[in-house]
């Protein structure tokens, strides 16, 4: 395990394209802002522990797809934090058949993935709590040599959208979820809208896909 419970900087995972880093361990940071777990290089870190805590993850670097983080179990990164891609980060997150709850994405430039490399089960992005979030990066269903799905749900909080998304799983906005479409943003036609009560979907991008509303 990495324990560093009172350690409020930066803990940054390295390494070149092609590498895989594997963390077996529980990850214990400091919970404020300034606690960063983040990935910076072309690796994919793939992280199979569960429980992990930290103030921010970030994607720094990475180039087509390659670095970033991959999961190995379900919320792998904390849930209860947001993930952000910075100016340059053309790495991904991938979801790799598991499902990864976050406080919210946002990213500093129209860069950054986030997909599923699995062949065998379907992944869900899930968001719940922050307010007014922008990822302007790409969701996708497959990253690499993957063949199944992702799926979005908003629980709660605002997320918006920006990029020209491609994932064709279901889009569900639940309870007091917010969604909203970023022009020059787009869903994809194969996404399914579903909007329950109390929801909201709104904005002035292009949604392609039919859109249910739930009274």
């Known amino acids: 395990d990495i324990v560093a419970t009172n350690f409020s900087r930066t803990i940054s995972l390295r390494g070149d394209a092609g590498a895989l880093g594997v963390i077996n361990g529980r990850v214990t940071m400091g919970t404020g802002d300034a606690a960063i777990f983040q990935s910076l290089g072309d690796a994919n870190w793939k992280i199979n522990s569960t429980g992990n805590s930290w103030g921010q993850a970030r994607i720094s670097q990475g180039t087509n797809g390659a670095g970033g983080f991959t999961l190995g179990a379900t919320d792998a990164l904390n849930p209860a934090e ?39 089960s379907d992944s869900v992005l899930k968001i719940n709590g922050q307010n007014g979030m922008t990822f302007a990066g790409t969701l996708v269903d497959a990253l690499g040599s993957g063949t199944k799905t992702l799926s979005v749900e908003i629980l709660s909080g605002l997320q918006k959208f920006s990029g020209n998304n491609t994932y064709t799983g279901p889009t569900i906005v639940r309870d007091s979820g917010q969604l909203t479409i970023v022009s020059p943003g787009s869903l994809a036609a194969g996404s399914v809208v579903t909007v329950q009560s109390n929801a909201t979907l709104r904005g002035n991008g292009v949604i392609n896909g039919p859109v249910t509303v739930q009274n």
């Open 82 to 120: 947001e993930l952000q891609f910075d100016s340059d980060a053309l790495g991904s997150l991938d979801l790799a058949g598991f499902n990864q709850t976050l406080r919210g994405v946002t990213s500093a430039g129209t860069v950054g993935f986030i997909g599923n490399s699995s062949t065998s």
